[in-house]
């Protein structure tokens, strides 16, 4: 299968960033990495990834843009030292206009291979969390949009994290220091994405109470895919949702979960998977076992 990369200049985000590209088809798949990746490949360029060669079976172009912010993490524990913080895919007026990139580049390259059919949005983790919202708000451009482990919320307890990192550690597979800093990392880039900072500056506790500016939260919690299915609802007509989760990876789990019977009120039709995956490092595992199974559904949405 060939692999390459390259580096386009954005006009969505002014600057230059890389492509990674693989296989051929009169398909196109854009790949939306997890929380760190962008600057090394996930899917896309990895031939280490346990589904990498899933993808030369299937009639599809697979195009991975970097789409990380360009502010290191302030993580010093390896092996996510060398990580970059999330966009998570959004259209941000304090750092970028992401969502507005990733369909720049969905547009870029159906022009450039002559893409004659369907165009999905996939995603692991962050980048599920981006490929369910950028499908619900272009479905002219993304037919299909999976999720493989994404959240479709995320709790003000991990936004504001002092308890439960034991559990936590269990999920990712990692130490209590390591996955404390991962998610403090990450509600950090939420803070800046959607709220320009501010959020994270109104904390404070008193007699064990957290105290924060509602206001601001309100501002992440809409974009909530969650929240986003109802706002963009009338938007998916013969577009396809997929949700695949790992049982273990608990709060994923839950959070996949409430959006599957949000989406069967809202009368959506979509799929859903929750397996039996593995406990330990629930997440990590759970994003590359429901990325295997969302290129299985691929190859046959193909053919």
């Known amino acids: 299968m060939e692999c390459r990369a390259e580096r386009i200049l954005s006009s969505s985000l002014r600057e230059e960033r ?22 090394v490949p996930f899917l896309v360029g990895n031939p280490k990834y346990p589904s990498f060669k899933k993808m030369e079976s299937i009639d599809a172009v697979f195009v991975e843009p970097d789409a990380s912010l360009p502010i290191r993490s302030g993580i010093t524990n390896p092996p996510f030292e060398d990580m970059y913080m999330g966009s998570w895919y959004h259209d941000s007026e304090y750092v970028g206009k992401y969502a507005s990139f990733i369909v720049e580049v969905a547009r870029l390259f159906k022009e450039r291979y002559e893409i004659k059919g369907r165009t999905a949005v996939i995603g692991g983790s962050m980048g599920g969390w981006g490929a369910i919202n950028l499908t619900l708000k272009y479905p002219d451009i993304f037919s299909i949009g999976a999720s493989a482990d994404g959240p479709m919320i995320y709790g003000k307890s991990l936004l504001f994290l002092k308890e439960g990192t034991q559990e936590l550690a269990r999920i990712m597979g990692t130490t209590v220091e390591q996955v404390g800093e991962v998610y403090l990392d990450m509600a950090r880039s939420l803070d800046i994405v959607y709220t320009g900072g501010k959020l994270l500056k109104s904390v404070s506790y008193i007699n064990g109470k957290v105290l924060y500016d ?15 299915v109802e706002t963009y609802r009338a938007n998916i007509v013969e577009n396809e949702l997929i ?16 959006m599957h019977n949000k989406m069967l009120q809202l009368h959506i039709p979509h799929h859903y ?6 406990k330990v490092a629930s997440h990590i595992i759970g994003v590359a076992n429901s990325m295997s199974k969302i290129l299985e559904l691929l190859g046959v949405r193909f053919r």
């Open 214 to 228: 509602e206001s601001l939260f309100e501002k992440i919690k809409l974009n909530f895919p969650l929240q986003v």
């Open 18 to 39: 890389e492509i990674r590209i693989c296989n051929k088809g009169k398909n196109l798949v854009l790949v939306l990495h997890p929380y760190g990746y962008g600057k």
């Open 243 to 258: 949700l695949i989760t790992n049982y273990y990876d608990t709060g994923i789990a839950i959070s996949n979960s409430l």
């Open 273 to 278: 998977q929750c397996y039996v995956g593995p």
